[in-house]
């Protein structure tokens, strides 16, 4: 059985919501997650599985982290990309490397939270693995009268 345009624009529109629970979570900083991310269809027997293919960090964003000290340079460049403005009750602003480390400080007691965004994603869309099962079955239907097995 080959995979169809229709099983293929399913799985890219599951994707696409990910995507979008990306930006809608307040999760997008740079973009790369959602740019780089993509989706792979293949048959192997009988079975039908849809992958996709994410950067290396994604699981730190899905399932977050232990408690570790990331680099503080990094965290600056999050904070450059998200355009944060820090402010104090002091009236003394921190820079952003100041921000940073405290940042870093934090995560490195408490670790960071699971934001659970595709699982989130999966667990609300029972409309395109409705639809997928559907076309699917309609496939093997036209399928089986093809070669006149019914």
């Not at 229709?6 to 979570?25: F, H, M, N, P, T």
């Not at 269809?41 to 994604?58: A, D, M, Q, R």
Request: charge should be negative; include cysteine; proline fraction near 5%.
């Amino acid at each position: 059985m080959n995979i169809s345009r229709e099983v293929r624009d399913i799985a890219k529109e599951l994707l696409e919501r990910y995507k979008k629970e990306i930006e809608d979570s307040g999760h997008k900083a740079s973009g790369n997650l959602q740019s780089s991310t993509k989706y792979q269809c293949t048959i192997n027997g009988s079975i039908l599985e849809v992958s996709f293919i994410l950067p290396e960090y994604w699981a730190y964003l899905e399932n977050g982290t232990r408690p570790h000290f990331p680099p503080v340079s990094a965290l600056e460049d999050w904070i450059r990309v998200k355009k944060i403005i820090p402010s104090s009750a002091s009236g003394l602003v921190p820079t952003t490397r100041q921000l940073a480390y405290v940042m870093a400080r934090s995560i490195s007691i408490h670790g960071t939270k699971p934001t659970k965004i595709l699982q989130k994603t999966i667990d609300s869309s029972d409309d395109l693995v409705d639809r997928l099962i559907e076309e699917l079955a309609t496939q093997l239907q036209e399928q089986l009268n093809e070669n006149d097995l019914i």
